[in-house]
């Protein structure tokens, strides 16, 4: 398509994923005339960007979906339990497909700027591909994990390298190469095990170890896909009610309170059933340090268990994080992984990777001659992709400043100075703590239902009102303060990225209270912002 210059619509969507496709979507529900901009060449977003081998939801199929459409949810079918990335990315091209999105998509554009003209009440939007348009809407969806982060070492590598989050379309073939993987988290969790079957050898570069649940992926039973067919409905009515918006059952009942034999009981059940119930075993898991370390104590007795060598596997096990303030991780044969004699594990902790080589990389202590570097580095998370964009509001002031000590928002969709801006899943909002469909579909409804006020109401532009923002900021920091989020040095908190601000950035309240609030909110004629003429 060629550039646009001079065009204009009544909202500006940045981003082609599961947010921007159905926000476009309820766009044109509401009648109004929408561009969405997408960086890569298709659909998908993180499903687009990441696809690494082994690269797998860690949320069942049949909840990681869209419910907006029944004929969608009829005409579907799953095959795993976990969905894999390729058949992710399917089902995000049968979206577009069936309801015809990519009209109103451009490919290959980045947005990288966006100024609010309040003169004329309209956002100017540019892309790096030399586009210029306007909207009286701005609606982010550029998701909460897509600032892809590669470490800043010294030295150049002359081998193959590759990051997880933004993995060539063509095969990587790691047949009989020397690999190291740096980074431990849920990418670092999953391709290691399925690089290890191909590579000659495989180094692994630790820097914290994570804990990690075994996932059990199986292929769906066909009785299992009915029963989900004719029960989506409740099932997703009770998910979106849910803390994290899974179906699986969250105990409230206390571990501290359980005897040992009840404990026992509980994980080994829940172990054996695998994914993130797990977590769900007791309900203060969360917020009780000792009631924390029953479960952190239970999963680093089955690495023991697991893993020959008792060193490597202490060095797997997790002390310096309560279980659960890191993303969770679920793997499929991880631990079992370091049993093969091409695998090792490096502890960066203790001997940090000092530079890149011409043929591989050196610590402190050594230095490895590797084929291929993976970086399984993760993300600038939640703030990362909105601040990559240069975006002014009212009075030319810059989100980068304004942000420059964390996040403000108001209920993580809207932030002070910056009318008619959305942030689908935005910091402030439980997103990356759930189930990001259910959190997606919430944010996505309530800004069209907001659009549709506005325009009933005769008001061109809203606004989050500065005290809401103060005390929606001050609340997420309060919810987060209760509970053990702040113990680690998470990407939740900012603290992989070096020099980025401190501060908890999901609200952590689940998604089910989280939705009441708005839904009152938006009830008392969406109290805290200001609509205008
Ligand atoms: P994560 O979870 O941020 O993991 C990144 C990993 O990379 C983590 O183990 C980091 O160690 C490690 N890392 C980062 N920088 C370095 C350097 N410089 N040296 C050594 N190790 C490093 O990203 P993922 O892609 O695995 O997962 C992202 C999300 O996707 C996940 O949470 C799910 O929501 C899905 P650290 O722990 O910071 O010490």
Not at 5 to 22: K, L, Q, R
Not at 399 to 407: C, E, V
Request: hydrophobic fraction near 40%; include cysteine; aromatic fraction near 10%.
């Amino acid at each position: 398509a060629s550039i646009e210059t001079g065009s204009s619509f009544d909202a500006v969507v940045i981003g082609a994923g599961f947010s921007g496709m159905y926000m476009l979507h309820r766009l044109r529900g509401l009648g109004l005339t929408a561009r969405l901009y997408e960086a890569g060449d298709g659909v998908g977003g993180t499903w687009y960007w990441n696809r690494y081998p082994g690269a797998r939801c860690d949320v069942e199929s049949v909840e990681y979906c869209y419910s907006f459409s029944e004929e969608l949810q009829q005409a579907w079918d799953w095959t795993e339990r976990y969905p894999s990335q390729p058949e992710i990315l399917r089902y995000a091209e049968h979206v577009a497909d069936r309801f015809d999105l990519r009209r109103d998509m451009r490919f290959c554009r980045r947005v990288t700027r966006a100024a609010y003209d309040a003169a004329g009440a309209r956002w100017r939007v540019e892309t790096d591909r030399g586009d210029r348009v306007t909207g009286r809407f701005l609606i982010t969806a550029v998701g909460c994990l897509s600032d892809a982060r590669v470490p800043d070492l010294p030295g150049t590598f002359e081998g193959e390298s590759y990051h997880t989050g933004r993995w060539p379309h063509e095969e990587v073939d790691f047949t009989g190469k020397r690999v190291a993987v740096i980074g431990t988290g849920s990418s670092g969790i999953q391709i290691i095990p399925v690089i290890a079957e191909r590579a000659a050898q495989v180094t692994v570069f630790q820097r914290t170890p994570n804990f990690t649940i075994p996932a059990w992926n199986r292929p769906i039973r066909p009785e299992y896909a009915r029963w989900v067919k004719d029960n989506f409905a409740e099932m997703r009515r009770s998910m979106r009610a849910s803390l994290f918006g899974i179906a699986a059952p969250f105990n409230t009942r206390s571990a501290l309170a359980a005897s040992e034999r009840e404990r026992a009981e509980e994980l080994e059940a829940r172990w054996a059933h695998g994914g993130p119930g797990f977590l769900g075993a007791f309900g203060d898991t969360a917020v009780d340090e000792r009631a924390n370390e029953v479960v952190a104590e239970f999963v680093r007795e089955k690495i023991r268990h697991t893993v020959d060598d008792p060193q490597v596997a202490e060095l797997l096990s997790p002390r310096d994080h309560p279980i659960g303030t890191k993303r969770p991780c679920f793997d499929t044969g991880y631990y079992a992984t370091y049993n093969r004699p091409n695998v090792r594990l490096v502890d960066v902790r203790a001997t940090p990777i000092k530079e890149l080589l011409s043929a591989g990389l050196r610590t402190t202590e050594a230095t490895y001659e590797v084929d291929v570097i993976v970086y399984a580095t993760g993300y600038d998370a939640m703030t990362g992709p909105l601040l990559a964009i240069d975006i002014t509001g009212a009075g030319g002031v810059a989100l980068r400043d304004k942000w420059a000590g964390g996040p403000r928002t108001y209920l993580g969709l809207m932030t002070a100075d910056f009318p008619n801006l959305f942030t689908i899943t935005g910091p402030g909002s439980p997103s990356v703590l759930s189930n990001m469909f259910v959190s997606i579909e919430q944010h996505v409804d309530w800004i069209a239902d907001c659009l549709r006020h506005l325009a009933d109401s005769g008001a061109a532009v809203i606004e989050a009102d500065p005290d809401a923002e103060d005390g929606w900021t001050r609340h997420v920091g309060e919810i987060a303060a209760q509970t053990l989020f702040p113990r680690a040095d998470s990407w939740y908190m900012g603290a992989n990225i070096p020099g980025k601000p401190r501060v908890f950035m999901p609200y952590a309240g689940g998604v089910g209270t989280y939705r009441a609030l708005c839904d009152e909110i938006a009830a008392k004629g969406y109290e805290g912002f200001t609509l205008s003429p």
